[in-house]
């Protein structure tokens, strides 16, 4: 059984063909500005290494920073109309409200305050005032406004009005397109509403860049189905990207720590992957990436939902070194890294021509930069150094040492011993981890939500349920289900036996299952 894996970075796009449980080839190429055209590149020269087969790969999974990148950038986001069900309640802060300025502008496509929501509890505010949402569907179809959000307070405990808005601004507006909070997950009204708002003012562009993949696999003769990476270390379907586009923001740095517990068979470490650009540092808790808890915020939009726990810093190949005084970063070339850094003839001195003077990498012609002095390579190396080891402590939650995988292009600049590290793994082919692990991910489903009126067991058996549905939606085969975490927590201050349960499962793809 074969499987593509391709990640597009700021800096490279490198692809895989996985066999089993050994990689069968890989290539590294430049990331183009429009994405598609690098991820083209690097099929064709997998092709050409490995020959015709891989064109007769099970799957091809494509892990992106496409649309992190289009909210970091404020460009292609489509115009939004906000609709929240909550009057009389919060009323004093408007959707869009806590949202940069300029992207708002970008985005914002007016908002509507309906009268309806639930308590906490699950009981009514106030009844659903259908007509105003009539009205507000009209409103929406005649500004030419073609994605829509929609939020009501404690949806995540009650969808009804949720679901109805939908049916309503649907017969008013036919061929909008909706998203509804409740299926983005998680409590906290603004934090809920914002992802929701992004995630619709990306439907565009997540449907132009899954076609854009689906023809590059097409004009190569590739016709396995096509998988995106999520920020959780899973994939899904197309047709889920389609609909969830910032379900895949994280997706590079997951793939790289699935792609560290693959090569070097360790489950729970630190993982560590430098790339063109950044470094990115979290931890592997069975496998998978440790979480985040907290609200995270995306291109300045404070949002909620499923990412990963995880550190970055201005440090990777690309990243331009400074004097006067003598500095690294954040700044990097990117993708320009082989016109301009040194040792391919450019002026622009950065870490991998550090990297290349020490003999920590080859690269271009070291000759280009023997004009650098050892002891000024020594003092980049241990700003570098410093820099990751500190933030290494910072992701670690225990005190005791735990082992730390090294991965990335820009793995050598990790120093070899870090206070608190029991051992740094470097693996083979760390320098495509990330491909690797988009190759090897797997499907999954989630459910996070409150359940009244039922034990503990029962809640969570029925968010088991519901879990499972949501990966075999995605395309999972259902008798490969593993649940890898389950959690209940009681909510003292909700009557009626109050119980939020979250479960998280996953499954092989199903067109795999069986091979």
């Known amino acids: 059984m074969q499987r593509i894996g391709i990640d597009v970075g700021g800096t490279n796009t490198d692809a895989v063909l996985v066999d089993q449980d050994k990689v069968v080839g890989a290539v590294k190429t430049p990331t183009t500005r429009d994405v598609t055209g690098g991820v083209r590149k690097a099929l064709e020269d997998l092709i050409a290494l490995v020959g015709p087969e891989a064109k007769n790969a099970s799957s091809v999974t494509i892990g992106t920073t496409h649309f992190l990148n289009a909210v970091v950038e404020r460009r292609r986001l489509n115009k939004v109309a906000a609709v929240r069900i909550s009057l009389p309640a919060s009323a004093s802060l408007p959707p869009f409200v806590d949202w940069p300025e300029d992207v708002a502008a970008i985005a914002n496509g007016g908002h509507y305050m309906v009268r309806g929501g639930h308590e906490y509890d699950g009981r009514e505010i106030v009844p659903l005032d259908e007509e105003e949402l009539a009205r507000v569907g009209r409103d929406i179809r005649e500004a030419g406004i073609t994605s829509v959000g929609i939020s009501a307070v404690f949806s995540p405990l009650n969808a009804e009005f949720e679901e109805r808005a939908r049916e309503i601004i649907e017969a008013e507006c036919p061929g909008v397109r909706i998203t509804c909070s409740h299926s983005l997950g998680r409590l906290g009204l603004l934090e809920r509403e914002n992802a929701t708002l992004l995630n619709a003012a990306l ?35 197309a047709e889920m990207t389609r609909k969830f586009p910032v379900y895949c923001f994280a997706s590079g740095a997951t793939n790289s720590m699935r792609g560290a517990a693959f090569l070097s068979k360790i489950e729970n470490a630190i993982v560590c992957d430098v790339g063109g650009t950044t470094t990115d540092i979290g931890s592997l808790v069975n496998g998978f990436p440790r979480e985040a808890n907290s609200t995270v915020t995306v291109g300045g939009v404070r949002t909620l939902f499923r990412m990963p726990d995880l550190i970055s810093i201005g440090i990777g190949g690309g990243t331009r070194v400074h004097d006067d005084p003598l500095d690294v970063g954040p700044d990097s070339v990117g993708f320009r890294l082989t016109e301009e850094a040194r040792v391919f003839g450019g002026d622009q001195l950065t870490l991998t021509d550090v990297a290349v003077s020490k003999g920590l990498m080859e690269a271009g012609e070291a000759s280009k930069i023997a004009d650098l002095a050892p002891d000024y390579v020594d003092k980049v190396l241990a700003i570098v150094h410093e820099r990751i080891a500190s933030n290494v402590d910072r992701i670690k939650t225990e005190a005791t040492e735990v082992p730390l995988i090294a991965v990335g292009g820009g793995a050598p600049l990790i120093p070899t011993e870090i206070p608190g590290i029991s051992r740094v793994h470097h693996v083979e082919n760390f320098a495509v981890a990330n491909a690797v692990g988009a190759a090897i991910a797997q499907i999954s489903g989630e459910a996070d939500q409150v359940f009244q009126g039922l034990s503990r067991d029962e809640a969570l058996a029925e968010a088991l349920k519901i879990a499972e549905e949501k990966a075999i939606s995605s395309g999972a085969a259902a008798d490969s289900l593993k649940t890898i975490e389950m959690e209940d927590l009681p909510i003292a201050y909700i009557p009626g036996h109050a119980i939020r349960a979250r479960v998280r499962v996953i499954g092989d793809i199903a067109a795999l299952s069986g091979l």
């Open 203 to 237: 439907l565009d562009l997540a449907e132009e860049a899954t076609d854009a993949f689906q023809q590059a696999l097409e004009q190569l003769g590739i016709t396995a189905p096509l998988y995106i990476a999520l920020n959780d270390g899973t994939v899904t379907n």
